[in-house]
């Protein structure tokens, strides 16, 4: 199959499935699919940020949430981020990935597998983390930057590293 082009990311807020008050998308960001993607009250997106809704995967992302700037998700395995959530710039979320089809299937060709991410309420992601298919960031966690998740974190954990490991709990107030 040839190449396709995916569309401008081009959008208007009337576009998106929904908006809540309060909203403030900087310039350059680019949403496709808007159609499937959801902003709740309050939501900050970043300058130059990519949501990149997909045909048939959903994006939720909760009120107050903030977004960095660049951030480039892909939501085609679906993401839900929670409410008061922190996602620092340059943060890539992945919800799809090629399986391994042998040898004589280049990487590229191979099926597609794709699996939701959820980041909790209250959760903050550090600059330059990535979060790979089918992972689960827990309420309260900390994901510290430039960590690649490939397992679900407990709430109330600290995270970092490639991959991520757990080195803390977060201490009680």
């Known amino acids: 199959m040839p190449p396709r082009s995916h569309g401008t990311g081009l959008f208007t807020i009337d576009q998106l499935a929904s908006c809540g008050e309060g909203c403030v998308i900087e310039p350059e960001v680019l949403i496709f699919h808007p159609e499937n993607v959801h902003l709740g009250r ?28 660049q951030c480039f998700f892909h939501s085609a395995g679906g993401i839900t981020i929670g409410e008061d959530v922190g996602v620092g710039p340059a943060v890539k979320i992945l919800t799809s990935t090629h399986r391994e089809a042998g040898l004589s299937v280049p990487i590229v060709r191979a099926p597609i597998e794709r699996a939701p991410v959820v980041i909790e309420d209250h959760a903050d992601v550090g600059i330059g983390a990535i979060l790979l298919p089918g992972v689960r960031v827990g309420r309260g966690a900390q994901v510290g930057a430039g960590a690649v998740v490939t397992e679900d974190v407990p709430a109330f954990a600290v995270v970092a590293g490639v991959p991520a490991k757990v080195l803390r709990l977060r201490a009680s107030d």
């Open 42 to 69: 309050e939501v900050y997106v970043g300058h130059r940020a990519i949501l990149k809704g997909y045909h048939d995967g959903v994006m939720r992302i909760g009120d107050r949430t903030w977004i960095g700037q």
